[in-house]
């Protein structure tokens, strides 16, 4: 069974800081990957998708990196500013599968 | 606006008491799913749905019913709500096994 594990569990950093989020995953047959943000309370917002036969994608000053042959992906925040402060969900989808595995988060918090 | 809506946002409710959760997205995707968010567990898939009148279990579907009779609506139902079913609920969907979109949520307290 696939499991999805992010580390670390929490972040707290100055603004202006770029910093790395960590996704590991122990099944690498997988179609793709998502990362999400989510604010306290709210909906999961996504940020971006890397489908399996990609190596990254990027979106502002966000970037994610998939090596399935490791099991990991990472997502690069860079110049971080305090409405970055979410907690950031991983969720890898199998090959053949409707039913994706959620990370349980890196709660991040941004401070001026 | 491309969008999931869930209605109701907050539900406070009695052991027992039929309730349904409703989920609709404008996007014309097939698939949708429900989710249950809860503490120290992370996200896990109840239902999901591959088109009209296709459903399949997900992770954790027991105390749950879904019905996917329009493409866009796939409400969430709970014939007789016990206090373990308390949790932040998600609907989601996609095309196919891509992006896929959620809806704000519904916080869900049995009582």
């Known amino acids: 069974k696939q499991e999805v594990t992010q580390i670390p569990a929490a972040l707290s950093v100055p603004e202006g800081e770029n910093l790395v989020l960590n996704c590991s995953f122990t099944d690498s047959a997988i179609y793709n990957l998502q990362w999400f943000r989510q604010d306290p309370g709210k909906g999961l917002t996504s940020l971006l998708l890397?489908?399996?036969?990609?190596r990254e994608q990027t979106s502002g000053r966000l970037n994610a990196s998939l090596d399935k042959s490791s099991g990991r992906s990472t997502l690069y925040i860079a110049a971080s500013q305090p409405g970055d402060s979410a907690t950031y969900l991983c969720a890898v989808r199998p090959g053949g599968s409707y039913i994706p595995t959620f990370g349980r988060g890196t709660s991040l918090i941004v401070h001026p | 606006e491309a969008q999931v809506t869930q209605n109701p946002r907050y539900l406070i409710t009695v052991t027992g008491k039929k309730l349904t959760v409703t989920c609709s997205q404008n996007?014309?995707?097939?698939?949708m799913s429900w989710y249950r968010q809860d503490p120290g567990l992370g996200l896990r898939q109840i239902y999901y749905?591959?088109?009209?009148?296709?459903?399949d279990k997900g992770d954790v579907p027991e105390g749950y019913k879904v019905s996917r009779k329009e493409k866009r609506n796939f409400p969430l139902i709970l014939e007789s709500p016990s206090p373990n079913q308390t949790s932040l609920y998600f609907c989601a969907s996609s095309i196919g096994y891509n992006e896929q979109f959620f809806g704000p949520g519904t916080r869900l307290t049995v009582l």
């Open positions: 890397i489908q399996s036969s990609q």
């Open positions: 996007m014309n995707h097939e698939y």
């Open positions: 749905s591959m088109n009209v009148e296709v459903t």
